[in-house]
């Protein structure tokens, strides 16, 4: 029996681990995406110690990190918790099973779907979730980002080296980015902000072509796109993030 299974192995679960390990417990850290979400971004820039590194990078330190204890790290999804008679918890993979007197859950959050008519058409068809994973696929094209947090900023702005216009379509007042930012957002004539204004469909037959708007921009309730990228957080619970 271990003691302790992390669920997760994105930056938390990792971290959680280097703790653990330190503590002398024993820990496994089951996780499906090694890594997690930070791997979608180039750009880590609030990571006390590195001026400069990607999130792949940053996630590879802290796996190395936690592999320098006696950590294991099993790749697996888990499908099941079990508590078991003795005060302990039963974890069930697809083909594994492991036994744990504790279990931290690091399983992060998901981003929050567009919940628009045509966006289950056109997801992967000009509606993207990872401008890291897409940018170099829209080269030359107009596309939007929908959201207004630091990870909405950071994908504009990496759009923005490929893309002659980027757009920000944010529902609220103001972009909530860091301040850094929000500077980069502000010196880059490719990218327009759209603030106060939803997206209510997505348009297009087997590709996008545009949007369509709450609140008519330059005279307009359609915006001309040639891509989609959705960046909108959301909490474990569902509720949006503020
Ligand atoms: C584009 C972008 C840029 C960002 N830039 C920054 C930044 O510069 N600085 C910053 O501080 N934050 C940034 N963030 C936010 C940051 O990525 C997250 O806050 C962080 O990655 C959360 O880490 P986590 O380990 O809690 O969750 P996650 O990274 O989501 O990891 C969860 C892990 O759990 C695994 N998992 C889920 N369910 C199961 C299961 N049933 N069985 C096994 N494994 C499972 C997943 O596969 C994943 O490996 C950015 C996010 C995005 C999208």
Redesign the pocket.
């Known amino acids: 029996m271990y003691d302790l299974v992390i669920?997760?192995?994105?930056?938390?679960?990792y971290g959680a681990a280097i703790y653990a390990a330190r503590l002398d417990l024993s820990v496994v850290v089951?996780?499906?995406?090694?890594?997690?979400?930070?791997t979608?971004?180039d750009?880590?820039?609030?990571?006390p110690g590195y001026i400069q590194l990607t999130?792949k990078e940053l996630s590879d330190h802290l796996k190395a990190h936690a592999l320098d204890y006696p950590v294991f790290i099993d790749t697996?999804?888990?499908?099941d918790i079990f508590r078991c008679k003795e005060n302990c918890f039963y974890i069930v993979?697809e083909n594994k099973s492991f036994l744990a007197k504790s279990v931290i859950i690091?399983?992060?959050?998901k981003e929050r779907e567009l919940e628009v008519p045509g966006h289950d058409e056109l997801k992967n068809k000009g509606v993207s979730y990872c401008?890291?994973c897409d940018a170099p696929l829209y080269k030359d094209k107009v596309v939007a980002v929908v959201g207004g947090s630091?990870?909405a900023a950071?994908?504009a702005l990496l759009l923005a080296k490929y893309c002659p216009k980027v757009y920000i379509i944010y529902r609220r007042e103001k972009l909530r980015p860091e301040p850094i930012n929000a500077r980069r957002i502000e010196r880059e004539p490719k990218i327009e902000v759209i603030t106060e204004t939803n997206v209510t469909e997505i348009l297009g037959e087997t590709k996008v072509t545009g949007v369509k708007l709450d609140k008519p921009h330059n005279g307009s309730d359609t915006l001309s796109l040639d891509g989609v990228f959705v960046?909108e957080d959301k909490f474990p619970d569902g509720t949006k993030s503020q």
């Not at 690091?106 to 959050?109: E, I, R």
């Open positions: 669920i997760g192995s994105g930056v938390t679960g089951i996780g499906d995406v090694d890594g997690g979400t930070i979608l971004t750009d880590v820039a609030n990571y999130g697996g999804t888990v499908k993979t690091a399983t992060g959050m401008a890291l630091d990870s950071k994908e960046a």
